[in-house]
């Protein structure tokens, strides 16, 4: 009897999680060489940072199929199921072709599990990642767009040689894997940036630009900067999001319609088309490619509306920097009062950090948990560290997403025109709420 998708994804998560790295190439590689060399298929653009990793890869997807390619797209973590990971032409792997795609390369799996190269057997990432390097092959795309998982250097997406290295504006996350100086998890990811790339940095801390631009010398990688070559001249907000003005190569492009909201998604298109444009050996793309490219963008679970009357908002920020970035877009394109909160968070974060940032905004947060990972951090330790910051009256629990939602559209509902929901904390919570929230089929 041939297993369900529901056992195949099962079977593969119960690998070494992705949160437990097993720092070493040599298993993805050699799953990669028994399958034909699929990473060297197609053309890569790589792209690391800390945050807006996920959103800017969309955007260059986007960008890129506006220019008439096929594009594959891998990205990382999903929100309700493994097949949004490969994303093809736009459209995540559909389940019968993800089922398929792993009863084929499984046996190959298995001679790389029975070898423990480094004393470890094929990770669930490492697993994943040869699965998108072949679907890719198979399909075949013009270009790959690959979010890095964890770092850079020793990434199993990394055993690629990028034709562009993107990366986003860096900062403290991971400390236990990556290093506790941004320096030093600069240094983990400028590992993408290799002789005969360009590389297309995001603004940097002083610390992380100097690491990044040591590595560009190093390998004579071709660099493009932030503010002295790209960049975000301007941006508005609207209804449904903003109107922006970049930078491009050729010069200055205005009245583009970005339909995400925040400074930080205005960066991140700048970005995108930077390393756009990179790819294409700085060739500009025409203003009706960059328009229609971004205006065709949508990226799920970043300040996206999920429900009306009253209005939730889901995120996925986990970080300090994450959560900064999603208040002050929160507030710039809302202005919520008062402002409900569902959080749920990973033990391993900086969680008093990113609870500082939200009690500046939230009137009333909800602590819950996860339960889809044993990572998470239970929803009374959650509150006692919320009591800290928010103080204890404006903090309450519920024992799961589904109770923590109700109660915090209660409280909404009770507060009257103006108030809503910001659901956030961990990629995890966020893949709960809108498994929950967000229809099957209704593309939002």
């Known amino acids: 009897m041939s297993r369900t998708h529901a056992q195949i994804v099962t079977e593969l998560q119960a690998r070494w999680p992705e949160h437990r790295v097993a720092p070493s190439q040599a298993r993805v590689q050699a799953l990669c060489d028994l399958l034909g060399s699929p990473e060297k298929s197609c053309p890569v653009i790589l792209v690391a940072g800390t945050n807006g990793k996920g959103s800017t890869a969309l955007m260059i997807d986007s960008l890129l199929r506006s220019l008439g390619l096929r594009v594959g797209r891998y990205s990382s973590p999903h929100l309700v199921d493994l097949t949004e990971r490969i ?67 020793w990434d199993a997406t990394n055993i690629v040689e990028a034709q562009v290295a993107v990366v986003c504006p860096i900062d403290l996350d991971h400390t236990h894997l990556l290093g ?25 801390h002083p610390d992380a630009a100097r690491v990044l631009l040591a590595r560009c010398q190093q390998v004579g990688a071709e660099v493009l900067r932030e503010g002295p070559e790209f960049g975000l001249i301007d941006r508005q907000p609207a ?16 009245d583009i319609v970005l339909p995400l909201f925040g400074a930080h998604m205005a960066r991140n298109a700048a970005l995108a088309v930077a390393a756009t444009e990179a790819f294409l050996g700085g060739k500009p793309m025409s203003a009706e490619v960059i328009t229609d490219g971004l205006e065709e963008v949508k990226v799920p679970a970043r300040l996206e509306v999920v429900r009306r ?14 959560a900064r970035a999603t208040i002050d877009g929160l507030t710039e394109a809302f202005d919520f009062t008062p402002l409900i909160g569902v959080v749920a968070m990973m033990a391993d974060k900086d969680v008093a950090g990113v609870m500082g940032i939200f009690a500046e905004a939230m009137t009333t947060v909800v602590c819950t948990t996860i339960a889809s990972t044993s990572r998470a951090l239970p929803a009374q330790d959650l509150a006692r560290l919320a009591g800290d910051v928010f103080g204890a009256e404006r903090v309450r629990t519920a024992d799961d997403m589904a109770a923590a939602i109700d109660d915090a559209v209660r409280l909404a509902d009770e507060a009257g025109p103006g108030a809503g929901v910001l659901i956030a904390g961990s990629v995890y919570a966020a893949g709960e709420a809108r498994a929950m929230l967000v229809r099957s089929g209704d593309g939002s």
């Open 309 to 322: 009357s009253p209005t939730v908002v889901l995120d996925t920020c986990h970080n300090p920097h994450g």
């Open 87 to 153: 994303s093809i032409d736009g459209l995540d792997i559909s389940e019968d072709a993800f089922d398929d795609l792993v009863e084929q390369v499984l046996p190959l799996v298995e001679l790389i599990d029975a070898q423990l190269i480094d004393g470890v057997a094929m990770t669930f990432f490492e697993v994943m990642t040869a699965l998108a390097y072949a679907a890719f092959a198979d399909a075949p795309v013009d270009v790959a767009v690959v979010e890095v998982g964890l770092g850079g250097r």
């Open 239 to 254: 209804v449904g999001g903003q109107v922006i003005r970049v930078e491009t190569a050729q010069g200055p492009l205005g």
């Open 180 to 204: 506790d100086t941004i320096a030093e998890i600069a240094a983990e990811k400028a590992g993408i940036i290799k002789a005969g790339s360009k590389a297309v940095l995001a603004a940097q």
